[in-house]
């Protein structure tokens, strides 16, 4: 076991994929981790896949199409299961192939793409499942180590020069551009990797939630190596 994940009040720890889903969070406790040591050769499965885009989605009967190694059809047979559990969960996982993803830096001081710290929002109750088999790893990071970036005040003032509405209506501009959802670390914050082969289950804003979203970020990829990750 991962004593960065058990001794974290952030995370909480399961062995099964029922208590992943249905274990409610509470307090500081925003991410759940199903931890697993997964066989198999997911390399094998990422060599042998092509990348038409920066990311490419990548179906079941792409996998199912491969001709593998044992340890590559053990890779394949678990990536079939997480896809399938959450498919009847009723999720709608997509697996991704990934070179990168787009870079907003439209602005020098704030960004809004998932290279930054940031927290997911949805009109409906979810949550965000992911789990990276390939590559770099997702982080998270605790609420209490990071602020949000339109409180920061010269932030603030910036994103106010760009703006020319009623003030009444500035805060629905930050909600409309999604530069809400994004936070700056304090100096000292610790984020914590997620890992490869744990299925996570990250607290979403929604209306809802009983819980501080979790603030993640997606990792700056390691150069020649793509990633492979489920998430929805």
């Not at 053990?74 to 959450?86: G, H, K």
């Not at 760009?162 to 009444?168: R, T, V």
């Not at 501080?212 to 990829?221: G, T, V, Y």
Request: glycine share 4%; hydrophobic share 40%; charged share 25%.
């Amino acid at each position: 076991m991962n004593n960065t994940f058990s001794d974290n009040n952030q995370i909480g720890i399961v062995s099964t994929f029922s208590d992943l889903v249905h274990i409610d969070f509470k307090g500081e406790k925003n991410a759940l981790c199903w931890y697993r040591n997964l066989d198999g050769d997911f390399n094998e499965i990422v060599a042998k896949l092509s990348l038409k885009e920066n990311i490419t989605e990548v179906f079941p009967e792409n996998l199912i199409a491969l001709q593998l190694s044992e340890k590559g059809n053990i890779a394949r047979q678990i990536i079939l299961n997480d896809l399938e559990l959450l498919t009847d969960f009723g999720a709608s996982p997509s697996l991704n192939l990934l070179k990168c993803y787009e870079r907003d830096d439209e602005f020098d001081f704030i960004s809004t793409d998932v290279y930054s710290f940031h927290v997911d929002r949805s009109p409906i109750a979810t949550d965000t499942f992911l789990c990276t088999y390939h590559g770099a790893a997702s982080d998270i990071v605790s609420n209490s180590q990071a602020d949000q970036k339109i409180l920061i005040p010269e932030i603030r003032a910036k994103l106010k020069e760009l703006y020319d509405g009623a003030e009444k209506e500035f805060e629905n501009f930050l909600k409309e551009n999604y530069f809400d959802l994004h936070y700056q670390l304090h100096a000292d914050a610790v984020p914590i990797n997620l890992g490869l082969g744990h299925l996570w289950r990250l607290a979403v804003d929604h209306p809802k939630q009983q819980v501080l979203p979790c603030i993640h970020r997606a990792p700056i990829e390691n150069d020649g190596e793509y990633r492979l990750l489920l998430i929805c």
